[in-house]
Nanobody, 130 residues
Framework: QVQLVESGGGLVQAGGSLRLSCAAS????????MGWFRQAPGKEREFVAA????????YYPDSVNGRFTISRDNAKNTVYLQMNSLKPEDTAVYYC???????????????????????WGQGTQVTVSS
């Protein structure tokens, strides 16, 4: 059993930055790939970023590539999402997720499908004002 708790959300003006944290407890996730997703009202959950167990591989969709950075501190069992140059369309609830089956993604497997993740946090609200 893994518990994931996100923090760091809030209200920020367009162009600003926020850093989200996802603290895992219950067991170590240091050997597991982790991901961030977001969901805006009336929309499907959207992939934002993923990271391999070592942090050596990161994955982003075009919508956030170059603005968001995922990282991790395995000693703290924590994953981060640094969000820069925020836009109003980034407004959503942001969720952290753990994939206990994989350490990284390669080949045809891309970590954008919510179904490959085993555990989810409760989410943290990010609101970007224009």
């Amino acid at each position: 059993q893994v518990q994931l708790v996100e923090s760091g959300g809030g209200l920020v003006q367009a162009g600003g930055s926020l850093r989200l944290s996802c603290a895992a407890s219950g067991r170590t996730v240091s050997r597991n790939a982790m991901g961030w997703f977001r969901q805006a009202p009336g929309k499907e959950r959207e992939f934002v970023a993923a990271i391999s167990w070592s942090g050596g591989r990161t994955y982003y969709p075009d919508s956030v590539n170059g603005r968001f950075t995922i990282s991790r501190d395995n000693a703290k069992n924590t994953v981060y999402l640094q969000m820069n140059s925020l836009k109003p369309e980034d407004t959503a609830v942001y969720y952290c997720a753990a994939d206990l089956s994989r350490s990284y993604y390669s080949g045809n497997l891309y970590p954008a499908a919510p179904g490959i993740y085993d555990y989810w946090g409760q989410g943290t609200q990010v609101t970007v004002s224009s």
